[in-house]
């Protein structure tokens, strides 16, 4: 695929998906007609907070603030009845993770508790799992998943720039750059996992996975629209970004065994294998040059880094339960299976 070619992809907004329940419903239906989303409050307060509708209401929401989708004015972006119901999902989401993110703990312990690999893979991971034995049509459901954060990678953490300053503004701005490709358009990252989705057989326009994708994948990518949308979760974001870098290496690299093991072809592996090295630098900058000088200057930030640190374990584990119990039970995770690539015979 050609730069062109993969830079007018992006430049497609994705078509709204299918509604899922009452508040995504709502929400599709006032963006199709141009009209104030319709939903009851308590419909609100009542919804799963991890929950498929409130999910994909949410990811939809937030996605006017990426790409948009088609036929939707630009201009609902800063809807102000859209931005009010955004802010009463948020807060049904926020207040979950409040509840379940484990413990009292400051950054020090939370850093600490996701610096240690452990001695030997146990098979418990979903990179453990995949690189160990997984098949190429496990592979192709993850990567497909996957496609909802890594066609826009760094894309949300980008918002807590302009929310830092000095050494961890500039520190954060340098590990964006290279995830950006350090100027490079064939490098982007979201670039490079395109490539990827094409040596899988898989599509890899903006968007085309979001009616496949289980609550428990929005919920991964919601959470960080979530942060970075708002300045007072910058520490939150920071967090995020922080155990986002931390375990991509050792992970990154079960991956890129996995991809090869399974015949995904060059570009595939090549994706894993770039964040193998650049994350493991990445890991010591934002450890080092972010959060130090972040909670120098703002030491009331610790417990929301520590925060953002915790709840993306807390989803990525929750994500993860459901891919393994799939796969182990020969079953697709995905809300729709995906159909089996000519050029890969072995998928189902």
Known sequence: MTTALYLES???SPALPT?????SGAVLSALRDGHAPLVDPQAVSEAEPYGDDLQLALYV???????????????????PDLLRLRGALERR??????????????TRDALAAILTEPAVDDGTGVSDFLQSEGLLWQVREYSALRSLYHLKEADPH????????????AAMAAVEYDEFGAGRAEDIHARLFADLMDDLGLDHAYGAYLDAAPAQGLCTVNVMSLFGLHRALRGALVGHFAAVEVTSSPGSRRLAKAMRRTGAGPAAARFYDEHVEADAVHEQVVRLEVIDP???????????VAFGIRATGLLEDRLGALLLAAWRGGRSALRVPLAAAAEHPGSP
């Open 10 to 12: 992006r430049a497609t």
């Open 61 to 79: 929401l937030y996605e006017l603030h990426y790409q948009g989708f088609h036929g939707v004015g630009d201009d609902r972006e800063w809807d």
């Open 294 to 304: 972040l909670l120098t200057t703002e030491p009331d930030l610790d417990a929301d």
């Open 93 to 106: 989401f926020l207040t979950a993770l409040r509840t379940d993110v484990p413990g009292e703990a400051d």
């Open 158 to 169: 980008a918002w807590v720039i302009p929310r830092l300053h000095g050494r961890a503004k």
């Open 19 to 23: 509604s899922r329940g009452v508040l």
